[in-house]
């Protein structure tokens, strides 16, 4: 029964042939069921070959019982011969009791080259396609190579792309293969429309998506360019988004493009569901743990009673649940979360259940993908390793860590089973990008001029996750440089060492009348204590000295301003009284006193232990819409060094969304200088307030002043400050979202008072003629204004317009304010 099979399968193969290669009679007799047919594998006869070897074509002929070859296992030669790719024709007779195998071998590619490609480089070209320089010739193969070309190019945008091999003969049985590209130019989203969006409108939805619509600009960015994959990943996005503001119910049903021949762009339409939203109507723990009480673990959700269902918050809740119940001992705990709606309350009742998972173990972690990133460099970003008890909300935060290095295009983590039932294997498979920074940047401000900076940076320095950046910048008022250095893992403990060495040069300009020169080392551990948590320790050492202009410090230990010199004393003392109109030295201007005690002390040093602690649940770093950020720092500068002092400030934004995409925005902010010892406080360490504290008003333009006549009339800062500003910020929404401009109205509150510093210049401290004669009123000042946000392709850029409402007569007001800058 099995040999007719195979004849019969013989048969229909043999005729196949037939049809569709020339084949002779005594082929066909040969495939026949016959006793003729029963060859052996020492009678076959290879001709046309000339690369191949004889014996090579010959192995594919398996004789059967007896040495034997029929009809069916001719047949099955004939087939896999084909199948090698090598033979262009095969043909196979039998001749006086032989059989005669005759090939026809395919060519050999000579060369590859590609023509009118400049958008993609040959070499990444080649890397992507399967012909290659001394490989075999296949036409299959050439139309898969020219398929996959296309491809490469419609994942940029390019999808008018034309590919067309070109094959050119050559002597030898060789061929030289051309592929001749057409780019065409890019095809962008001229349209993103959502439907079925009644809570948010479609212009907050387009800030959570990737995808944009094209525009002027477009040619700056990516994100306009239409890509499948990108549209796909958007719709997570947009379901993410409802699922963290409350809409447990939400579907993205679909997201639909259309190519308009017209517009010559893809529309994009998503189609949402969005349901009701919901609050939190009760939180629950229970375990079925043995000793492991459910309610202990109450203090890690970050879920409360009546707030609105947070999806987020519920992940982040389950996974340091589950780290938690792992560090007590319970390694096969597994947190779920469960949630039963109240249609009518609208609300969810959230239960952590916590129960006994399956004894699985870690029996291997592979990494695949990393060229130039070391392994230990992926390890580390794992809590768990081989031999570990297996734990998904671990391999879930390893994952984002990976994605969060940067180092990675893709990074994708699956399992597979091991070699018994209780193990599993780990597969980390990651495509890596390129980590290197040049960047040359510029911008202009009204404080500090036009300044220029180019920069070079490294983010994954020899492949072992450490940054180094350098950096030299040149400006109007602002010169120096930079070298930075940052170990992310110091001594294999999470904990971030950074270094800096650095050297600025500050120009005296219209709000401040000397030059500044710092020299300074910063040294720094960063601690991540929680997900929106981290604590920095740092230690700073920096050496100060001030220069000024000569006319500026000629008045050291003689009478002040309202001295008017009798010629005996000006002639002892080298003073011209021509046109001194009674100023003495002081006609020609002169700095105040503080400045001039600093330059007489000479250079300082400042040794300082300070720390900073940032709580952070901004939904975006770059341009928040919600959340809030907290930092309190405190520095000590008395470890050694010229100078002593406590520094004291915090820092309080919150951010809100409000109505038709409004947002609001509250700060708060204070600090204090505390004196330590007997002497004066140095007028450089006193805060100096000015349009970061409330718009409206110059650089270093609030707070105490130096009021002496004759002289340059310097801020001299405070040793206390508090300010607080409310801003709405609003789209225009007649733009389109891409062009990125917003505008805000504000209003803005603050103080600084409490000059701590040097007020004579003699020893002994006496005032009067010798002395300061300055201004120092804790009073509010306020201002409202607009202003105008644009986050453009050069760059963030801000512009401010303020008038200010209360002030100090000694105030200095500046109504228009203007900062950005870009990096290209």
């Known amino acids: 029964m099995k040999v007719g099979m195979r004849v019969l399968r013989g048969g229909i193969f043999a005729a196949l042939v037939m049809m569709a290669v020339p084949v002779t009679s005594g082929v066909a007799a040969l495939l026949l069921p016959s006793p003729a047919a029963a060859q052996t594998a020492s009678s076959i006869v290879v001709e046309g070959n000339r690369r191949v070897e004889a014996d090579t074509i010959r192995s594919y002929f398996k004789p059967g019982p007896g040495g034997r070859l029929d009809s069916g296992r001719i047949d099955d030669a004939l087939k896999a011969l084909y199948e090698t790719g090598l033979f262009q024709d095969v043909k196979i007779n039998n001749v006086g009791g032989r059989i005669v195998v005759t090939v026809v071998e395919n060519q050999v590619i000579g060369r590859v080259a590609f023509e009118g490609n400049k958008k993609v480089k040959d070499d990444q070209l080649s890397a992507e396609i399967q012909s290659k320089p001394r490989g075999t010739f296949s036409r299959p193969m050439v139309q898969a190579d020219a398929q996959r070309i296309a491809e490469i190019y419609r994942r940029s945008g390019r999808y008018d792309v034309r590919v067309v091999p070109q094959v050119i003969e050559q002597p030898n049985n060789r061929v030289d293969l051309v592929f001749e590209v057409t780019e065409g130019s890019k095809t962008g989203v001229k349209t993103i429309n959502f439907v079925g969006n009644n809570a948010y409108s479609s212009y907050r939805l387009k800030d959570v998506i990737k995808t944009h619509e094209s525009n002027l600009l477009s040619f700056l960015a990516s994100g306009d360019i239409y890509d499948p994959d990108r549209v796909e990943a958007d719709r997570d996005l947009i379901r993410r988004f409802y699922l963290k503001n409350g809409y447990a119910d939400v579907q993205v049903v679909a997201a639909l493009t259309e190519y308009d021949p017209q517009g010559k762009g893809f529309i994009v339409t998503f189609q949402i569901e969005e349901g009701q939203q919901y609050r939190v109507g009760s939180v629950n723990f229970r375990s079925t743990v043995p ?10 959700s970050r879920v409360s009673v009546g707030s609105v269902y947070n999806a987020e918050a519920i992940e982040k809740s389950v996974e340091e649940m589950q780290i938690e119940a ?11 979360p469960s949630g039963e709606r109240n249609f009518e309350n609208r609300t969810v009742a959230i239960v952590f259940n916590v129960d006994e998972g399956p004894r699985t173990y870690i029996e291997r ?11 230990y460099v992926i390890r580390r970003e794992f809590d768990l390793s081989e031999g570990d008890a297996y734990n998904r909300a ?14 990675f295009k893709t990074v994708k983590i699956t399992t597979e089973p091991g070699s018994s039932s209780d193990r599993v294997v780990l597969n980390v498979d990651l495509e890596e990008k390129s980590t290197g920074e040049f960047s040359v940047s510029g911008g202009y401000s009204t404080s500090d001029g036009f300044l ?8 994954n320095l020899l492949g072992r996750g450490l940054y180094a950046k350098a950096a030299v910048s040149y400006g109007q008022y602002t010169r120096g440089y930079s070298l930075s250095f940052v170990e992310p893992y110091l001594l294999d403990y999470r904990v971030a060492l950074g270094i800096d060495i650095y050297q600025r040069q500050q120009l005296a300009n219209n709000y401040v009348s000397y030059n500044t020169k710092t020299l300074g080392f910063n040294t720094r551990l960063g601690f991540a204590l929680r997900e929106d948590l981290t604590l920095q320790l740092r230690y700073s050492l920096y050496q100060q000295d001030i220069t000024l202009p000569a006319n500026y410090a000629n008045c050291n230990n003689i009478p002040g301003p309202s001295f008017n010199p009798t010629p005996a004393f000006a002639s002892a003392n080298g003073i011209s009284l021509a046109s001194t109109n009674g100023l003495g030295c002081y006609a020609d201007g002169e700095a105040s006193l503080p400045i001039r005690k600093e330059l007489a002390a000479g250079r300082s040093l400042t040794s300082a232990l300070g720390y900073t602690l940032t709580f952070n649940t901004l939904d975006n770093n770059k341009n928040p819409t919600s959340g809030l950020l907290v930092d309190f720092r405190q520095d000590f500068a008395g470890v050694g060094g010229d100078v002593s002092y406590l520094k004291s400030t915090g820092d309080v934004k919150y951010f809100q969304p409000l109505v038709a995409d409004i947002v609001g925005l509250i700060h708060l902010q204070g600090g204090v200088l505390n004196k330590i010892g007997s002497d004066d406080l140095r007028m450089l360490d006193h805060f100096q307030m000015g349009p970061q504290l409330v718009r409206g008003f110059a650089p270093q333009g609030i707070g105490p002043r130096d009021v002496t006549n004759g002289t340059t009339n310097d801020a001299l800062g405070g040793t206390m400050f508090w300010g607080a500003s409310a801003e709405l910020q609003m789209p225009f929404w007649f733009l389109p979202k891409e062009v990125g401009l917003k ?6 509150a603050g103080s600084l008072w409490n000059y701590k510093g040097p007020t004579s210049w003699a020893q002994t401290g006496e005032v009067g003629p010798y002395g300061l004669d300055y201004k120092d009123e804790n009073m509010v ?8 946000i644009w986050a453009s392709p050069f760059g963030p850029l801000r512009f401010d317009y303020a008038i200010p409402l209360s002030k100090a007569s000694y105030d200095r007001v500046q109504q228009f304010r203007f900062g950005g800058g870009t990096t290209f």
């Open 291 to 300: 000793s492991l009480d459910g309610n202990s673990l109450a203090s890690l």
């Open 326 to 336: 792992s560090r007590r001992g319970y390694a096969f705990a597994v947190v779920r």
């Open 365 to 375: 972690i592979n990494i695949r993908g990393n060229t130039r990133t070391r392994d």
């Open 394 to 407: 671990l391999v879930d935060r390893a994952e984002r860590r990976l994605k969060n290095l940067d180092y």
């Open 452 to 459: 220029g900076e180019v920069s070079v940076a490294e983010r």
């Open 743 to 748: 505008g805000a109205v504000y209003a803005d």
């Open 781 to 788: 000042r306020s201002s409202v204004g607009v202003g105008l």
